[in-house]
């Protein structure tokens, strides 16, 4: 069964959308990562214009958080002193975002842009995962040392000192901003949430303890995603939201499944094949530069 | 005295256009309707065929070589125009990336040409500009003149998203009268008016040309997402946040009742 994508101005197969959001909803739910940086690639493989499928994606992600940010808020797991400072941080980094956008489109290279950002960040995050699974694999009969949390000494040093109560802090807050405005650029030129580089930030460079991190990180990704989405509306017309409804259909469900497959596999050695998965994007996407194209041409309405 | 002038002129004039339409030939015209006026684009939009019907009406009463065959039929399908910017790849630093070519004024957003034989055939190059029939004609370029070489980019480009259909099957014209065409559009269809242009054309010469209009309009959700989408993106911004935020927010109930 077809389907018109009102923005995208294409027709896609319904299934295939909820299939898409269903297996990386499964994925996201085994592993515990958002989703973001695995589905817009697949979108692009699937035909949807770049532009469109970053900004229906990050309208998909507000969808797919706000459950686990209501859980977290509830069990007051949020530090919300931090979480004002990491959005405030992302709300200028999205509009920041959003204008790199929206200029790179004018100029025809957003594509290019999206794209070489993808590279880069699936490249890193495929390698690193791979060797931290390999490494899981082989100390996993050992027992491993926590890491220590430790605080960079160039965080300690900086002003603006303040106090964050529920994660027992007294830091500057300049580097929470400036987390969240790397992270909110993010957002918007990728469509991810970004999860995977605020939780670390959080633990190693904030030094928060692990248990307000997911949902200060959740409360940030759903303010910021929503700024995103809303800011790609008006500057972009780039939201179509039955992709995104569609995607979050299957995305809710394939999470429910992935949380339960995961607790009945031995998740952490399949966490190998993710990242092999990963790679692979990765170098299909890294190919399409090199490869001769098969059309030198392409035509872009003026919006 | 007055009336006698006045009755002498009518006559006088009425005898000059008696003898105008005697003397030249009253070439044959067309008669034709379509299956559809509107096409509705909706929701489950898989694309939509129409029929173009008509015949050449000959006047009775004349007997002149221009009433004879051999003739033919040209239909031209030409959707609303769209601004298009031309990018083409080209390698720097061993990448191919988007070089911004040139700003196309207007392109059909869809074509499509069929003919009792093909246009080629039919009629010689100066004509087929100097009645604007053919795809080249319907291109235009924001400066000078497009390179030949972009043009069959587009067409090739516009062929693969079915956009552009240059090889219909052909007319037949039954009893060199009748004929009938049915046109497909595909799924990628702009909202707008889409002329329907029919040429009779006889010895590298077009007879006659009617025009028709089909409309194609986005209805339902598909209409008022457009609208609100481009209209008022204020509003749709918000709209997609509330939708995304009380579809999670609905989900978490209905999986948190079951685990």
Same mark, same amino acid.
């Given at each position: 069964?077809?389907?018109?994508?009102?923005?995208?101005?294409?027709?896609?197969?319904?299934?295939?959308?909820? =299939?898409?959001?269903?297996?990386?909803?499964?994925?996201?739910?085994?592993?515990?990562?958002?989703?973001?940086?695995?589905?817009?690639?697949?979108?692009?493989?699937?035909?949807?214009?770049?532009?469109?499928?970053?900004?229906?994606?990050?309208?998909?992600?507000?969808?797919?958080?706000?459950?686990?940010?209501?859980?977290?808020?509830?069990?007051?797991?949020?530090?919300?002193?931090?979480?004002?400072?990491?959005?405030?941080?992302?709300?200028?980094?999205?509009?920041?975002?959003?204008?790199?956008?929206?200029?790179?489109?004018?100029?025809?290279?957003?594509?290019?842009?999206?794209?070489?950002? %993808?590279?880069?960040?699936?490249?890193?995050?495929?390698?690193?995962?791979?060797?931290? !699974?390999?490494?899981?694999?082989? %100390?996993?009969?050992?027992?491993?040392?926590?890491?220590?949390?430790?605080?960079?000494?160039?965080?300690? =040093?900086?002003?603006?000192?303040?106090?964050?109560?529920?994660?027992?802090? %007294?830091?500057? !807050?300049?580097?929470?901003?400036?987390?969240?405005?790397?992270? =909110?650029?993010?957002?918007?030129?990728?469509?991810?949430?970004?999860?995977?580089?605020?939780?670390?930030?959080?633990?190693?460079?904030?030094?928060?303890?692990?248990?307000?991190?997911?949902?200060? !990180?959740?409360?940030?990704?759903?303010?910021?995603?929503?700024?995103?989405?809303?800011?790609?509306?008006?500057?972009?017309?780039?939201?179509?939201?039955?992709?995104?409804?569609?995607?979050?259909?299957? =995305?809710?469900?394939?999470?429910?499944?992935?949380?339960?497959?995961?607790?009945?596999?031995?998740?952490?050695?399949?966490?190998?094949?993710?990242?092999?998965?990963?790679?692979?994007?990765?170098?299909?996407?890294?190919?399409?530069?090199?490869?001769?194209?098969?059309?030198?041409?392409?035509?872009?309405?003026?919006? | 005295?007055?009336?006698?002038?006045?009755?002498?002129?009518?006559?006088?004039?009425?005898?000059?256009?008696?003898?105008?339409?005697?003397?030249?030939?009253?070439?044959?015209?067309?008669?034709?309707?379509?299956?559809?006026?509107?096409?509705?684009?909706?929701?489950?939009?898989?694309?939509?065929?129409?029929?173009?019907?008509?015949?050449?009406?000959?006047?009775?009463?004349?007997?002149?070589?221009?009433?004879?065959?051999?003739?033919?039929?040209?239909?031209?399908?030409?959707?609303?125009?769209?601004?298009?910017?031309?990018?083409?790849?080209?390698?720097?630093?061993?990448?191919?990336?988007?070089?911004?070519?040139?700003?196309?004024?207007?392109?059909?957003?869809?074509?499509?040409?069929? #003919?009792?034989?093909?246009?080629?055939?039919?009629?010689?190059?100066?004509?087929?500009?100097?009645?604007?029939?053919?795809?080249?004609?319907?291109?235009?370029?924001?400066?000078?003149?497009?390179?030949?070489?972009?043009?069959?980019?587009?067409?090739?480009?516009?062929?693969?998203?079915?956009?552009?259909?240059?090889?219909?099957?052909?007319?037949?014209?039954?009893?060199?009268?009748?004929?009938?065409?049915?046109?497909?559009?595909?799924?990628?269809?702009?909202?707008?008016?889409?002329?329907?242009?029919?040429?009779?054309?006889?010895?590298?010469?077009?007879?006659?040309?009617?025009?028709?209009?089909?409309?194609?309009?986005?209805? #339902?959700?598909?209409?008022?997402?457009?609208?609100?989408?481009?209209?008022?993106?204020?509003?749709?911004?918000?709209?997609?946040?509330?939708?995304?935020?009380?579809?999670?927010?609905?989900?978490?109930?209905?999986?948190?009742?079951?685990?």
């Amino acid at each position: 069964m077809q389907i018109y994508l009102p923005i995208a101005e294409i027709s896609v197969n319904i299934f295939l959308l909820i =299939g898409l959001g269903g297996i990386v909803g499964i994925l996201s739910g085994m592993f515990g990562v958002g989703g973001g940086f695995l589905m817009t690639p697949l979108l692009f493989f699937i035909g949807i214009p770049p532009a469109i499928a970053v900004a229906s994606e990050a309208n998909q992600i507000l969808g797919a958080s706000f459950s686990g940010a209501i859980a977290h808020f509830r069990r007051k797991n949020v530090d919300l002193k931090m979480g004002f400072l990491l959005i405030l941080g992302g709300v200028l980094g999205s509009i920041f975002g959003v204008e790199i956008f929206r200029i790179f489109k004018g100029m025809g290279q957003l594509e290019l842009i999206i794209k070489l950002c %993808y590279v880069i960040f699936l490249g890193v995050i495929g390698i690193i995962m791979f060797f931290e !699974s390999l490494k899981t694999l082989s %100390y996993k009969s050992r027992n491993i040392k926590i890491r220590k949390t430790r605080h960079h000494s160039w965080v300690q =040093g900086l002003p603006l000192k303040m106090r964050f109560r529920a994660s027992n802090l %007294y830091i500057s !807050s300049i580097p929470a901003v400036l987390i969240g405005f790397f992270v =909110g650029i993010l957002a918007s030129i990728m469509g991810i949430g970004g999860g995977f580089i605020i939780v670390p930030a959080m633990i190693y460079i904030l030094g928060m303890p692990t248990k307000v991190v997911v949902g200060t !990180s959740l409360f940030q990704i759903i303010f910021v995603t929503g700024v995103t989405t809303y800011l790609h509306a008006v500057k972009n017309f780039s939201v179509d939201i039955v992709l995104s409804f569609l995607l979050l259909v299957g =995305g809710v469900i394939g999470a429910q499944l992935g949380v339960r497959i995961g607790i009945r596999l031995k998740a952490e050695q399949l966490r190998i094949l993710l990242a092999m998965l990963v790679l692979s994007m990765c170098l299909k996407i890294t190919l399409e530069f090199f490869i001769t194209p098969l059309e030198f041409y392409s035509l872009v309405r003026d919006v | 005295m007055k009336l006698f002038f006045k009755l002498v002129i009518m006559i006088f004039i009425y005898n000059l256009s008696s003898i105008s339409a005697r003397s030249a030939e009253v070439p044959p015209s067309l008669v034709t309707d379509l299956s559809k006026k509107v096409i509705s684009i909706d929701v489950s939009f898989s694309g939509s065929k129409f029929h173009i019907f008509g015949a050449i009406k000959k006047y009775a009463s004349q007997i002149s070589p221009i009433d004879q065959p051999p003739f033919d039929i040209i239909i031209e399908v030409i959707g609303p125009p769209v601004e298009m910017n031309i990018f083409k790849k080209e390698k720097k630093y061993g990448f191919w990336i988007n070089k911004k070519i040139q700003t196309l004024n207007s392109m059909p957003s869809f074509y499509s040409i069929s #003919g009792t034989k093909s246009l080629k055939d039919l009629l010689p190059i100066k004509t087929q500009r100097s009645n604007e029939i053919g795809i080249s004609e319907h291109i235009n370029l924001s400066d000078g003149k497009l390179k030949k070489e972009f043009i069959d980019h587009i067409i090739s480009n516009g062929k693969a998203k079915k956009q552009y259909n240059l090889n219909n099957t052909p007319i037949t014209l039954l009893e060199n009268t009748l004929f009938s065409n049915e046109i497909d559009f595909p799924t990628n269809l702009y909202e707008g008016n889409y002329k329907v242009k029919i040429h009779l054309i006889r010895f590298e010469e077009v007879l006659a040309t009617k025009q028709d209009i089909i409309y194609v309009k986005k209805i #339902g959700v598909q209409n008022w997402i457009n609208y609100l989408a481009y209209q008022e993106p204020k509003l749709y911004g918000i709209a997609c946040i509330i939708i995304a935020i009380s579809f999670g927010f609905g989900a978490s109930l209905v999986f948190r009742k079951k685990v």
